[in-house]
């Protein structure tokens, strides 16, 4: 009986797939092994693209399946060599027993042997030996990209949304690549930050959800065109490459378990972001943790909850505590109450007294038309300069609409050409440039608008009337709203002996009392900078970073 025979071709990267160079052999070398042997070649399975050192691939698996099926149309599966079947001695010891049971064999065009016990010793043998090849060349291609990680150089994976990968130089038969800025998508990256530490204008800072509705609703997508989810959001926040560091082998490949950081490279990239204002989006994100903060003291009305720091133990955040029937009420270290009473040595603080202290402090020492306007000084240069910079975004920006436009013209007179097919793949990419094209319509319309917008002046008056309302609302308004104004301002409050340290934004006052006829509302800090401590005899605002 005639030998019925599935043939399986595999390479193991995309570009030998792309140009063709290792399927059409493989299939030539099997096509004439068959014919020698006067076996019939029934089933093809091609697999471009795909490792061998796991079984997550569709063609393989689907052979398997039909293999595995009760009238199974063929008797043996033939590849080249034992690593296009697969690059791990246990997993394929574990495949060809599950086939042996269904009478089906794995041959090889180049690595024949017997069907005994010294032919199976040979390809256990074999087997071992492509495991470990394989092994080798991960090793010395991870120790190439390392390398060329350390130079800068980017190692031709996808890049992340927001950045470009485009030609830096020529090494021999090599081009190296760099990251480089995409406007288009950049500006959706600086959106989602934004939302997230100064909301839309309307509701305050936004969590990963909300900016997930709001960019969608918006009409933002991905590079693909599909809308966001939460999952991105969160990564796009937490992403140093935004912030000019981008960490190469930072992860196992395969488990996705982070690598110890001495195995780290860095990559410097430009930046989208700058660097204070990604470090108050990690700020927030690690205090809005549920393992970190509760919801309830997130949300809760109480004043400082949520922002009190126990500066004894430099560890824990501080909770309330009541006494005497729930007549008194104390702020007190979390970490004390966890654990036990000599986990840390600070005292319980009378809530009613710290609260108002801390008012007070903020309303006489910080929140004055003198002292505000000293803090303000450098909004005045960013104002003469932003137009100037708004001009140089709207010729970007036309730029990016005029290659859209190019890139959705060459695909249609691609496909009127016959070149392409109205596919999935066509739909897909047509999808993505057309979203492209209405993102970066909707950033010119909104930079003209910029550009059109009379500048700002905050005149004396001005400044003392946005410092008398925010004090009145700080020291008269309802505990929820007092609350809100507080984190408003303040990002941190650390507690220790005789003094209280409260670290709070510059830019949010700059922020409010640009906006303050709009009542102060949906807004958040952007960068943290910190109060001197409110015990000294001659507090004063210590800035240690450039305002943004």
């Known amino acids: 009986m005639t030998l019925r025979v599935a043939t399986y071709l595999r390479v193991s990267t995309t570009r030998q797939a792309e140009n063709d160079l290792s399927i059409p052999d493989q299939r030539s070398k099997a096509k004439q092994y068959c014919d020698a042997k006067g076996w019939s070649v029934i089933a093809e399975y091609v697999e471009p693209g795909a490792s061998a050192t796991e079984d997550r691939r569709p063609q393989f698996l689907q052979m398997v399946d039909d293999a595995c099926r009760q009238d199974s149309p063929f008797d043996a599966i033939l590849v080249h060599s034992y690593s296009r079947f697969f690059r791990d001695a246990v997993g394929m010891e574990i495949y060809i027993r599950r086939l042996a049971k269904k009478n089906v064999k794995v041959l090889s065009v180049t690595q024949e042997h017997g069907d005994d016990l010294n032919g199976e010793l040979i390809r256990r043998i074999l087997s071992l030996f492509d495991e470990y090849q394989s092994k080798e060349n991960g090793?010395?291609?991870?120790?190439a990209m390392t390398e060329n990680a350390r130079q800068g150089f980017w190692n031709g994976a996808v890049p992340p949304l927001g950045y470009r990968a485009v030609a830096a130089e020529q090494r021999g038969q090599k081009t190296k690549k760099r990251l480089e800025v995409e406007p288009t998508e950049a500006r959706i990256i600086q959106t989602i930050f934004k939302l997230y530490l100064y909301g839309?204008?309307?509701?305050?800072?936004l969590g990963i959800k909300a900016i997930v509705n709001e960019i969608n609703r918006a009409g933002l997508r991905q590079r693909s065109g599909r809308p966001f989810y939460q999952k991105n959001v969160h990564q796009i926040l937490t992403r140093t490459t935004?912030?000019?560091?981008?960490?190469?082998?930072?992860?196992?490949?395969?488990t996705g378990e982070e690598k110890p950081r001495d195995e780290w490279v860095e990559l410097e990239t430009p930046a989208i972001i700058d660097q204070e204002t990604f470090d108050a989006v990690q700020s927030r994100l690690k205090r809005n943790r549920p393992d970190a903060t509760p919801p309830r003291v997130t949300s809760g009305p109480t004043v400082l909850t949520g922002l009190l720091r126990c500066g004894y133990c430099n560890d824990s955040g501080m909770t309330i505590r009541t006494g005497k029937g729930g007549r008194y009420r104390y702020y007190a270290c979390a970490k004390k109450i966890r654990q036990s009473k000599d986990a840390c040595h600070s005292p319980n603080l009378p809530m009613a007294e710290?609260?108002?202290?801390?008012?007070?402090?903020?309303?006489?020492?910080?929140?004055?038309g003198e002292r505000i306007a000293e803090l303000l000084e450098q909004l005045f240069e960013r104002q003469a300069s932003s137009k100037d910079g708004a001009k140089g975004e709207l010729q970007q920006l036309k730029q990016e609409l005029n290659k859209a436009d190019s890139g959705i013209g060459r695909m249609y007179d691609a496909l009127e050409n016959g070149v392409l097919t109205a596919d999935e793949t066509f739909r897909d990419r047509i999808q993505a440039l057309k979203a492209r094209r209405e993102q970066t319509l909707h950033l010119i319309a909104k930079t003209e608008r910029r550009m059109t917008l009379p500048g700002l002046e905050l005149s004396p008056a001005r400044i003392d009337a946005f410092a008398h309302k925010l004090r009145e609302r700080l020291l008269t308004g309802d505990a929820k709203l007092r609350r809100a104004y507080l984190q408003l301002f303040v990002s941190e409050i650390v507690v220790t002996e005789g003094e209280a340290r409260v670290l709070g934004p510059v830019s949010s006052l700059e922020k409010a009392a640009e906006g303050q006829e709009a009542g102060l509302e949906g807004l958040v800090p952007t960068s943290e900078r910190e109060w001197r401590p409110l015990g000294e005899s001659n507090p004063c605002f210590r800035r240690e970073r450039a305002a943004s």
């Open 200 to 205: 839309n204008g309307e509701s305050g800072p």
């Open 139 to 143: 090793k010395h291609t991870l120790r």
């Open 354 to 368: 710290l609260d108002a202290l801390i008012m007070q402090a903020l309303a006489d020492q910080i929140f004055t």
């Open 242 to 254: 935004y912030a000019g560091r981008h960490f190469f082998n930072r992860v196992h490949a395969k």
